[in-house]
């Protein structure tokens, strides 16, 4: 029998370990860890002043931490002390921002940064030309692109000196909506055929959840949650999670025995004392709509709990769903549903409402 043989153990081929940034002694990037492996895209999600941009142009070397060290392929690049200037760091840079030269052709922009002789760089930029669609511009200025072309145009330039490392800082939100979904797939598919390290910045979930195999949350400067967009979506760490990829509903109630008494039904609530309060947040998916039977809903199940009745308030179409918000009886609270396709009742009908126990959160409540 021959021995088993044991898989090298591969370095991340970026690392940034504690980082630390502040500002007027206020901490915008705050002991932040990360890693991303060779050919994975890891997306640094959060609203607009959580640290994204900031912790990026640390990596990029254009930004000093005030402590921590950043890692490439297993070497130190930078701490407080030792630092690798940001040309020599084989990390490639795209920004909302195109920034392509206006004086220069497609193809000297594509090439600029680029060594090697006329030959080899003329080969490198077709290479990348043709990847993107564009190698007919290659003799052309940026002025005769669209927005769209003049984005594929600097991702072939981030390529081309074949970075370790791609940095992406909301590089899609010029774009307009009906184009973004086809430049993502389109630049997603070319950085993963170049095996680079992908590290990209957005606020937006749709596009983290489309383009990452794994995710960051962030929050005032801290990573709050890390791991695939299934888990970080299923799995969230608290109800401010939940939120950030969808509209949520909230129904508030307190636990008795680690049990909590709502019109829905009882929801168990581990952990939580005797007296303290909770948060249930629900989906508008996950909420199902019955209908109102002479003032009476429908029977409890196991699955669904007990169904409480509201009134409609509104119900808009919204192109692949509809959207129907109910007041609720029992307190005078709204909640939202969304339907699949086209459900538009009148204002005033009375609905009941139901929701599945495994498509719910209980969190203990955030204070104020």
């Known amino acids: 029998m021959s021995a088993t043989t044991i898989p090298p153990v591969t370095a991340p081929r970026l690392e940034i370990r504690n980082m ?10 705050d002991d932040v860890s990360l890693k991303v492996m060779p050919g994975q895209v890891t997306c640094l999600l959060g609203p607009s002043g959580c640290g994204k941009s900031t912790t990026l142009r640390m990596i990029a070397g254009v930004e000093m931490q005030d402590s921590g060290e950043i890692y490439v392929d297993g070497q130190l690049i930078c701490d407080t002390v ?113 095996d680079a390290a992908v590290l990209l910045v957005t606020h937006e979930p749709e596009e983290a959840m489309r383009m990452a195999d794994e995710i960051a949350l962030m929050r005032r400067g801290k990573i709050v949650q890390q791991g695939a967009p299934y888990n970080i979506y299923n799995a969230p760490k608290d109800r401010q999670a939940v939120a950030f990829f969808s509209d949520i509903n909230v129904i ?52 669904n709990g007990v169904a409480a009745r509201g009134e409609v308030v509104r119900a808009r179409f919204m192109g692949s769903e509809s959207l129907v918000e109910i007041r609720m009886d029992y307190d005078g609270s709204v909640l939202k549903a969304t339907v699949p396709n086209v459900f538009l009742p009148q204002v005033g009908r009375p609905l009941w409402l139901m929701f599945r126990r495994d498509r719910c959160f209980v969190f203990p409540r955030e204070s104020a």
């Open 82 to 194: 030792f630092r690798i200037p940001p040309e020599r760091r084989h990390i490639g840079l795209m920004f909302q921002d195109f920034a392509l030269f206006p004086h220069l052709t497609v193809g000297d922009n594509v090439a600029f940064g680029l060594s090697g002789s006329k030959a080899e760089k003329r080969a490198r930029v077709e290479e990348l030309l043709d990847k993107v669609g564009l190698r007919r511009f290659i003799d052309g200025y940026p002025y005769l692109l669209s927005g769209g072309e003049q984005q594929r145009v600097a991702l072939a330039r981030a390529l081309a000196p074949r970075p370790k490392i791609m940095l992406m800082d909301e590089p899609f939100s010029g774009l307009d909506n009906r184009l973004r979904d086809d430049i993502r797939d389109q630049t997603l598919e070319l950085l993963k055929a170049e």
């Open 252 to 303: 508030c109630g307190k636990v008795q025995g680690a049990l909590c008494e709502t019109p829905f039904g009882q929801f168990l609530a581990p952990g939580v004392a005797d007296g303290g309060e909770v948060d249930i947040v629900i989906r508008p998916q996950h909420l199902k709509i019955e209908f109102d039977r002479n003032g009476k809903g429908p029977e409890p199940t196991p699955q």
């Open 20 to 29: 630390v940034r502040a500002f007027g002694g206020t901490r915008v990037v």
